[in-house]
């Protein structure tokens, strides 16, 4: 339930800060506590970072095995893996249907420590919190590296954030930089109406053809079981590979055009190079080079990091200041917490430590729409 800014229930136990999965699914946790609560978000409308990915995002799972908590995603017809949009209406609908207060758009732009309060410090006013929790997500802070030659390169260049469709890139000739998930999609289907290059810093790995995000999250769930009995964990995630073979990667694949070439040193005015002479020209490059957590607000707590610049974490707990969680940004703050059913599992772990006892589990019966 969506609420306009107002100055009522400013003094709360609990502040969530981001509206997206993570934060919908801390309020339901919440909710089910009778612990009073607001979520803060900076979005205009429902949906988090699902708002604003590039028209043929999919998710990697069939919605059954995609669901907040307390609810099942509803399947998409004749999707078996649903797209953005139907997502943001799950979300929307999630949202209503659990009458989340939700004000909106909130930018939270400080998080400040006091003796009895953690302070919310906003453009409509501050929030008082006995406890804080942080699920803003990445998708504000896009990373692009800093490789000499970026000011130089005269062709089009984007980050994965201002990606829609192919079709501006018709006929030319595109590098696609990066790795992961987003860089195969993206160049899967930029390659339709383009002549594509694609860079990485590693070759990469393709998960077997028959693996999605339902099997990368039982894989997720033991390892983390198996970090906290002790356990290494010699058949994790990082064993079975990177890149989900959705059909447009593997119509890609069949295409020939799933080649990874070494990534380049410098860009230069009509393409890169690399340090041992040869080049490619380009007239267009997309990053899909990731994003770092969008913590901006949480500057005032000084919080110490970790090596990976990560704030320093027991859980979702931070260790510095024990009143703020951080939740959904990565594997960090819980095994898969940037997935829909991993932010679910987190959220409840949270909650349980705010108020100091199990949280309800949800009901068994998931009512569908």
């Known amino acids: 339930m969506t609420r306009t800014p107002d100055t009522a ?59 907040l908590p307390g609810w099942w995603m509803p399947d998409q017809p004749a999707e078996p893996f649903p797209t953005a949009g139907h997502v943001r209406t799950y ?43 942080s699920a803003t997500g990445t998708w504000r802070c896009p990373h692009v590296p800093d490789l000499p030659g970026r000011a130089e390169f005269t062709g089009r260049q984007i980050h994965t954030v201002n990606y829609h469709r192919p079709d501006p890139f018709r006929g030319q000739r595109v590098g696609v930089v990066g790795g992961a998930n987003s860089a195969a999609q993206i160049l899967a289907e930029v390659s339709t109406v383009a002549t594509t290059h694609w860079f990485t810093l590693a070759p990469p790995r393709f998960l077997p053809d028959d693996v999605d995000g339902r099997v990368l999250f039982d894989v997720a769930t033991q390892r983390e079981l198996a970090q906290r009995e ?3 964990d010699t058949g994790g995630v990082a064993a079975l590979g990177d890149i989900v073979m959705i059909p447009s990667v593997k119509a890609a694949r069949d295409r ?6 070494p990534m380049f040193d410098r860009l230069t005015s009509t393409g890169v190079a690399r340090d041992d002479g040869s080049t490619t020209d380009l007239d267009a490059i ?10 901006a607000h949480l ?14 974490t027991d859980g979702t707990r931070s260790i510095d200041e024990p009143r703020l969680h951080l939740l959904g940004y990565g594997d960090w703050t819980g ?10 599992r987190t959220a409840r772990t949270c909650v349980e430590q705010i108020i100091g006892r199990p949280a309800r589990r949800p009901e068994p019966n998931h009512a569908r729409l």
């Open 286 to 295: 997309i990053w899909c080079t990731g994003f770092r957590p969008a913590l």
């Open 91 to 133: 979300l929307d609908d999630y949202e209503r249907r659990y009458a989340l207060d939700v004000r909106r758009p909130v930018d939270v732009t400080a998080v400040q420590a006091y003796p009895d309060h953690l302070a919310v410090s906003t453009a409509q006013g501050s929030w008082r919190a006995r406890a804080v929790i």
């Open 9 to 67: 229930d400013r003094d709360l136990p609990v502040v969530v800060i981001g509206g997206g999965q993570a934060g919908l699914a801390a309020g339901y946790y919440l909710r089910r506590a009778q612990v009073p609560f607001v979520i803060l978000d900076a979005q205009t409308g429902p949906g988090g970072a699902w708002r604003h990915g590039w028209d043929s995002l999919r998710l990697f799972s069939p919605a059954r095995y995609s669901p």
């Open 256 to 261: 020939g055009v799933l080649r990874a070439e």
């Open 230 to 232: 002790g356990r290494p």
């Open 299 to 312: 500057a005032p707590l000084g919080l110490s990091t970790d090596t990976h610049g990560h704030p320093r």
């Open 335 to 344: 095994a898969a917490a940037a997935t829909l059913i991993g932010a679910g």
